[in-house]
């Protein structure tokens, strides 16, 4: 994924833009960046690796190295970033934050003819460079950010730096992540995350609106291209990677995730499917907060049986290899035996993908006691790899344990059956909830129906992207 933040004020803005940056490291762990401007130095630029270190400790020193009126920073999985571009329409500094899946077909298209790209390792293009060659493809900033984004294949999130300190920000064509505006006494900003500015005294503003581009200054905000009608918001975002205090489209997340939870607590009492338990628990950090909703609601005592230990480790997915970070996520659950000997549990996990670390999760479980495992995921089964956003954890379709069971049980054919197999209440769909308990020894399973956790969001359907579960974006 990855997140950014920048502000246009009358004085050095970059103490802020550092904290403000900071705050979005829940988002990424490859790459950080800062880029500001300065009316004596002009346009400056640092990216560090973050992959073993957090943003803070690797841009501690930045203030001894840039200074700026306007400044931006983000936080990427994928690419360094931000970048300084020399174009026609001047220099500047660039980051985004998204995909770009049809890179090679548009440097065919339209880059053939001239120019060159330098090539990350594996011969990758640096998805920010491309962006920028699309954006040149017209004579402003706005027409180009429009373009571009047309021709994407993908999600386009972009910050733009310019020359003389404004800053242009602009939603994806179709506002699959956010973008917010604050203001504050000496200019205005914008970020990925609410909070981050909050924190930092700015007011809210407003939430940009699909395809929605404008340009800040230290005097105010102005609108260069209107919002588009059609919205298509990822709703992992309230899910899983949103953070506890974040609000987008006006839905707090931690308040989102009570309500799932209440949901998926209703229905198990509505289908006779709530079991006996001593406690019930969320599967840390981001299953917590739907677990208390369902404890809450079920009024079945909320515990935590095994504590993350994080001062050190403190993101399970920051070693660059898989092993390393399985080994990671292990040596970090610390049990609370008074909780878990004798005891029968039920875990709320955010969501069910590979199902790598819940196996070994459920394995320690029961090597310190537990009776029985009971699991709920906080989302429906995911059936499908994401191709709009750039997660950390991206997976190929049949990475996804629901998709391996699925050929397991029926072979390619039941691929032709998804949608039964989401469906707790089908014959197909309770032979994969009874293979995957079977295949990690929980005492029982039920994942939240799609129409659940659009409820528990609470905007229109047409309105949310859900293509992870049933293939519709």
Request: charged share 25%.
């Amino acid at each position: 994924m990855g997140g950014f933040f920048g502000i246009a004020a009358r004085q050095d803005c970059l103490k802020d833009v550092f904290f403000g940056t900071d705050y979005h490291s829940h988002l990424g762990t490859s790459r950080g960046g800062m880029a500001a401007f300065d009316d004596e130095i002009g346009l400056q630029r640092k990216i560090h690796n973050i992959e073993n270190a957090p943003f803070r400790t690797k841009f501690e020193h930045i203030f001894e190295e840039m200074r700026g009126r306007s400044a931006i920073g983000c936080i990427s999985d994928s690419d360094p970033q931000p970048l300084l571009v020399r174009s026609r329409l001047g220099t500047y500094a660039i980051c985004t934050v998204g995909v770009v899946n049809n890179a090679e077909a548009l440097i065919s298209q339209y880059l053939s003819s001239g120019g060159h790209f330098d090539a990350m390792t594996g011969g990758k293009v640096n998805a920010n460079e491309l962006v920028a060659a699309m954006i040149d493809q017209k004579p402003t900033f706005a027409e180009g950010i429009r373009f571009a984004q047309s021709v994407i294949e993908g999600t386009a999130n972009i910050l733009i730096l310019c020359q003389d300190g404004t800053i242009i920000a602009a939603r994806d064509r179709l506002g699959r992540l956010p973008v917010q505006i604050g203001r504050g006494e000496d200019g205005y900003c914008v970020s990925f995350e609410s909070f981050a500015y909050q924190k930092l005294g700015y007011i809210p503003q407003r939430e940009l609106g699909p395809g929605e581009i404008v340009r800040l200054s230290a005097e105010g905000v102005e609108q260069l291209c209107p919002p588009g009608e059609e919205m298509h918001i990822c709703a992992f975002l309230w899910s899983y990677y949103g953070y506890p205090t974040s609000t987008y489209e006006g839905v707090n997340v931690e308040a989102m995730r009570y309500r799932n939870g209440e949901i998926m607590a209703d229905y198990d009492a509505a289908t006779g499917q709530l079991p006996e338990l001593d406690y019930v628990s969320g599967v840390p950090d981001s299953g917590t907060p739907h677990a208390i909703g369902y404890a809450n609601r079920s009024r079945i005592p909320f515990g935590r049986p095994y504590i993350k230990y994080t001062p050190t480790w403190y993101r399970s997915f920051m070693p660059v290899e898989q092993s390393e970070r399985n080994r990671i996520a292990k040596m970090k659950q610390i049990p609370v035996r008074e909780l878990i000997e004798g005891k029968r549990l039920m875990f709320v996990d955010d969501s069910i993908v590979r199902g790598t670390q819940l196996r070994e999760t459920v394995e320690f479980l029961y090597a310190n006691g537990a009776t029985e495992v009971h699991m709920r995921s906080a989302c429906p089964p995911i059936m499908y790899g994401c191709k709009y956003l750039n997660f950390s954890r991206s997976t190929g379709d049949m990475e996804l344990i629901t998709r391996r069971t699925i050929v397991e049980l029926e072979g390619e054919e039941g691929l032709a059956h998804l949608d039964e197999y989401s469906d707790g209440e089908t014959e197909r769909g309770k032979k994969l909830r009874a293979a995957i308990c079977e295949k990690f020894h929980f005492a029982s399973l039920e994942f939240q129906s799609l129409d659940g956790i659009v409820k528990a969001i609470g905007l229109p359907p047409c309105k949310l992207c859900t293509y992870c579960w049933n293939g519709k974006g």
